[in-house]
């Protein structure tokens, strides 16, 4: 009747450490942007990290359309979002982020979409 809940950790004690030290990625975005057929922008967004899993992330308005999606990071500056459903919107993509405050995502040939 209940959840079952996967709780391997994906990653290294090295990459945990490293994650740990990037408390800058997460807080509020006040300056997402979305490019596709149209871009859209600037909205809000929040980046967090997941309780149980050390590498995963959530985000709470995912392309503004309040969908709650979740994502690894990599130690390298990787983001990979897995195939999902939130919302009945269907998500995957990859991407990246930097020391300054910045996530990257391709979701394919023509869209993309920014966070600072």
């Known amino acids: 009747m209940g959840t079952r809940l996967n709780l391997r950790t994906r990653g290294s004690a090295s990459f945990l450490r490293q994650l740990r030290g990037k408390a800058y990625l997460f807080g509020k975005y006040n300056d997402c942007r979305k490019y596709c057929a149209s871009g859209?922008?600037?909205?809000?967004?929040?980046?967090?990290?997941?309780?149980?899993?050390?590498?995963?992330?959530?985000?709470?308005?995912?392309?503004?359309?309040?969908?709650?999606?979740?994502?690894?990071?990599?130690?390298?500056?990787?983001?990979?979002?897995?195939?999902?459903?939130?919302?009945?919107?269907?998500?995957?993509?990859?991407?990246?982020?930097s020391i300054g405050r910045h996530i990257n995502m391709s979701f394919s040939s023509s869209c993309a979409m920014d966070m600072f």
């Open 40 to 97: 859209s922008g600037p909205f809000t967004d929040s980046l967090y990290r997941d309780p149980v899993i050390p590498n995963k992330i959530w985000f709470t308005n995912f392309g503004n359309l309040g969908n709650l999606v979740y994502g690894y990071l990599s130690g390298s500056g990787g983001l990979t979002i897995p195939k999902q459903v939130s919302g009945g919107m269907t998500y995957e993509c990859q991407g990246g982020f």
